[in-house]
């Protein structure tokens, strides 16, 4: 039984569709990432599950309970949101325990939660400061133990990270993915940054103007995206995506085996020496890496060569990639093989 499932749900706003039938199975226990572009649908999704929203059609179900048209209070669901929502005037003891004094847990198993929240958290030499006296880090913990105290099995997570500077973000991406794996938790996390998703997720649900584009395993969605919007979306720097024409590279010689009105190759795939004539147009320096981008035919072409390449704009090189690392896709930007 997944933990959480939606069933063609639909979200309108006046005339516009923000979700467009979705339909979604979350397993108990994993760590599910919505990912897409602004105004994909995401934090949408996140809200109808929360009960912050109500869905215009569709259904949502919870452990095996619907709960489409309970409030947010009785769906045993706890959430954390981007902006932190910390009471500024209450210290880190009190923004903790604030839900638990709501629901009037007895004071001696408040107590007992708070501390051991806050030293699951490393929070419990803190407990007495404002959150105006903690750094990011910190106060991304203090709405993390917020949502944890009240032993919800269930996690939304709102671009949570997104407030903190590169560094923090990465040493919290850790933080959270081992957090969630001992306590058990199902974790949905929205966020729009592909590095997040591929290394915290169990499941990628990637979105794309209120549908879903793909939803699978990171590395399943690497290695065969669905789409060429999912091969633009996943990867750093970008699929290449080249139009053929009859079997060739457009405005080229240069045939492929396999069938499709457009070839995707990944930028990491393509190394220097072989048999595909190019120019380079421009080059990225980035250390260990050089990104070099060059024209085949009437396409350009990204490769993620050696940074200790030596190459200048105007070169002429040759490329080469293997048939393993084709893709091939239809008129339509669905995969074809």
Request: charged share 20%.
């Amino acid at each position: 039984m997944s933990s959480i499932r939606l069933e063609n749900v639909t979200k309108l706003w006046g005339s516009t569709k923000a979700l467009d039938g979705i339909t979604l199975d979350i397993e108990p226990g994993s760590f599910c990432v919505l990912l897409g572009p602004s105004g994909c649908g995401k934090s949408t999704t996140l809200r109808i599950i929360a009960g912050l929203e109500a869905a215009s059609s569709g259904r949502v179900v919870v452990e095996g309970r619907d709960v489409t048209d309970l409030p947010p209070a009785q769906r045993g669901i706890a959430m954390v949101f981007q902006n932190y929502a910390l009471f500024p005037h209450l210290t880190v003891a009190d923004n903790i325990g604030f839900g638990l004094s709501v629901r009037k847990v007895p004071k001696a198993e408040a107590a007992r939660r708070l501390q051991e929240t806050a030293e699951l958290l490393g929070l419990d030499k803190l407990l007495a400061r404002k959150p105006s006296e903690l750094s990011g880090g910190q106060q991304q913990r203090v709405a993390l133990g917020r949502a944890l105290v009240a032993q919800s099995k269930i996690c939304l997570m709102d671009e949570p990270l997104s407030n903190l500077d590169a560094q923090l973000r990465q040493e919290m991406r850790h933080e959270l993915r081992e957090l969630q794996l001992r306590l058990g938790l199902t974790v949905v996390y929205v966020t729009h940054d592909q590095a997040e998703a591929m290394s915290m997720a169990d499941q990628v649900v990637l979105l794309n103007k209120g549908r879903i584009e793909q939803s699978a395993a990171p590395r399943h969605m690497y290695s065969r995206p669905a789409t060429t919007f999912a091969a633009r979306f996943i990867g750093t720097p970008a699929m290449n995506l080249l139009r053929l024409d009859q079997g060739c590279i457009a405005g080229s010689t240069v045939r492929v085996d396999g069938a499709g009105a457009m070839l995707g190759v990944r930028p990491e795939s393509i190394t220097l020496g072989g048999t595909v004539p190019a120019q380079v147009r421009s080059l990225e320096y980035l250390g260990s890496d050089l990104v070099l981008r060059c024209s085949v035919g009437d396409e350009l072409v990204t490769v993620r060569a050696d940074g200790r390449s030596e190459l200048t704009t105007g070169a002429q090189v040759m490329l080469q990639w293997s048939p393993h690392e084709q893709h091939f896709f239809d008129q339509h930007g669905t995969r074809s093989a």
